[in-house]
């Protein structure tokens, strides 16, 4: 522009070159490039001529018989073919600029969705931390408007798993929404016939149990149902156990199941990045506009119905299985997966697994310790427990005198309630802390007779600790070892 100033000023090509300090060459080149309309954009950069100029028509029609997925190091292979001397990085930078200028205008616009409270759920799986040597699997679902989710960990993806998991999820929001949307797995799609999805009879029966039609997104479209994609992302980051996390290993499945409440907690009640609010206190909105669940779900696929004996036991195929305790006298339903057994309980929370079994024979029960409470001591472990004043007060001098008392009765000691009341009486004159140390040593070396409490307790006064030394020895003498060794 101070070129341009100064031949506006001077009308001579010399006289502008002197005052802009440049050639008059360089003033007759500008004011030839105004002249014509031809002065570059501001920021525009001066196009050279490159080495790739002659091969980019056949660098756009790679890009558009591909799609635009061809690969920088592919095309450039290509163009050496054709005689191309460039570098590599002349290709990459250029096929780039060619691949942006293919996607304008084919690019996907994306409209903004605003989800109606109560119509739409969705759910999807993710691959869950091993346990036990056994891969697991996350159901996790999304309740669009309240933002709401729920993570369930499972064995498998059957669809007697799904249909109890959709049991919980939905007794988890409080009621059924009008759709559930999900991908093209097999316990929901069986086919599809020109693109149109083929349901599964199963699913579209329990969906229609409980009022709700399920549907599906098109194959291979993420995007179509992206509050499911973000919380199995979300949930496999905060719960399954990579080199990153630094979570550490899982030893049982009620682990797993404690973390998922836990993050279902967290999730749950902290403020969404859109709706600025919890989910949990928006569900207490969308509730009104769900509909109600019947109050037995839907149990066709859960298979054979069982009642559970007082023993905390079924009886499935001849073989005795052992469920929680807490199900006496209930009932359940059993199927067969594979090689295994499996026991499905239906309460107020929904359809749960709480059993699962290798497929066992007559005569080989399956019993589970994890489903018994602690088991009452027996014969040999038996504890002290008081019924009178006097063995109150005996055995609230301390351990010493619960020891005491099991070793002195299993040695068929005589007298022994007398006994137990001197010891007493010395507690008043000694301490329940020396008498209850002095009855600790007399079970340990079996010191049951008349007063040896009290001989104890004279042996060794407050303040002395004895120990022995190399004067004072036990040790007889080492004539019998003289001929040791010959």
């Given at each position: 522009m101070e070129i341009l100033e100064a031949f506006d000023l001077t009308g001579s090509f010399r006289d502008a070159g002197e005052l802009a300090g440049c050639s008059h060459h360089t003033v007759a080149h500008w004011v030839g490039k105004r002249d014509a309309g031809d002065l570059p954009v501001d920021g525009e950069a001066v196009r050279r001529e490159r080495m790739i100029d002659p091969f980019l028509a056949k660098l756009e029609e790679w890009v558009d018989r591909s799609d635009g997925k061809i690969r920088a190091d592919v095309a450039f292979k290509k163009l050496q073919a054709l005689g191309f001397e460039g570098s590599d990085r002349t290709v990459r930078r250029e096929i780039k600029a060619v691949k942006e200028n293919f996607r304008r205008g084919r690019r996907r616009v994306y409209r903004p969705w605003i989800p109606e409270p109560g119509m739409w759920a969705q759910w999807d799986w993710g691959t869950g931390p091993i346990v036990d040597g056994r891969q697991t699997q996350l159901f996790c679902a999304w309740l669009a408007w309240a933002r709401k989710r729920v993570v369930f960990p499972t064995w498998d993806k059957t669809l007697p798993t799904l249909i109890s998991c959709l049991d919980q999820a939905m007794r988890r929001f409080g009621g059924a929404p009008t759709y559930w949307l999900t991908d093209n797995e097999r316990?929901?799609?069986?086919?599809?016939?020109?693109?149109?999805?083929?349901?599964?009879?199963?699913?579209?029966?329990?969906?229609?149990?409980?009022?709700?039609?399920?549907?599906t997104c098109v194959p291979a479209d993420p995007e179509s149902k992206g509050g499911a994609e973000a919380t199995v992302r979300i949930a496999k980051a905060d719960l399954v156990p990579t080199e990153t996390n630094l979570l550490p290993a899982y030893a049982s499945f009620a682990e797993l199941v404690e973390a998922c409440e836990r993050f279902m907690a967290?999730?749950?009640?902290?403020?969404?990045?859109?709706?600025?609010?919890?989910?949990?206190?928006?569900?207490?909105?969308?509730?009104?506009?769900?509909?109600?669940?019947?109050?037995?779900?839907?149990?066709?696929?859960?298979?054979?119905?069982?009642?559970?004996?007082?023993?905390?036991?079924?009886s499935y195929g001849g073989v005795t299985y052992s469920v929680p305790h807490t199900l006496c006298e209930q009932t359940v339903w059993v199927r067969v997966d594979g090689d295994e057994i499996v026991v499905t309980h239906l309460s107020g929370k929904g359809a749960v697994e709480v059993a699962r079994h290798r497929r066992?024979?007559?005569?080989?029960?399956?019993?589970?310790?994890?489903?018994?409470?602690?088991?009452p001591p027996g014969a040999l472990g038996r504890q002290p427990k008081p019924t009178s004043?006097?063995?109150?007060?005996?055995?609230?001098?301390?351990?010493?005198?619960?020891?005491?008392?099991?070793?002195?009765?299993?040695?068929?000691?005589?007298?022994?309630?007398?006994?137990?009341?001197?010891?007493?009486?010395?507690?008043?004159?000694?301490?329940?802390?020396?008498?209850?140390?002095a009855l600790g040593h007399a079970a340990t070396y079996n010191r049951f007779a008349e007063r040896d409490v009290a001989k104890i307790l004279a042996a060794n006064p407050p303040g002395i600790r004895r120990t022995a030394d190399e004067i004072h020895s036990l040790q007889e003498g080492t004539r019998a070892w003289e001929g040791f060794g010959r």
């Open positions: 316990t929901v799609t069986t086919t599809h016939v020109a693109q149109i999805p083929v349901r599964h009879p199963t699913i579209v029966a329990a969906g229609a149990h409980y009022g709700v039609t399920i549907t967290e999730v749950n009640t902290r403020p969404h990045r859109v709706t600025r609010r919890a989910p949990d206190d928006m569900l207490a909105e969308e509730q009104q506009h769900l509909h109600r669940l019947p109050e037995v779900g839907y149990t066709a696929v859960f298979g054979e119905t069982r009642k559970v004996s007082w023993s905390a036991t079924i066992s024979t007559p005569g080989r029960p399956m019993i589970c310790d994890e489903h018994y409470p602690p088991r004043p006097e063995e109150t007060a005996f055995l609230a001098i301390g351990e010493g005198a619960r020891l005491w008392l099991i070793e002195a009765a299993a040695a068929g000691t005589g007298r022994i309630k007398v006994k137990m009341a001197e010891a007493v009486g010395l507690a008043q004159l000694h301490g329940a802390e020396r008498v209850d140390w």
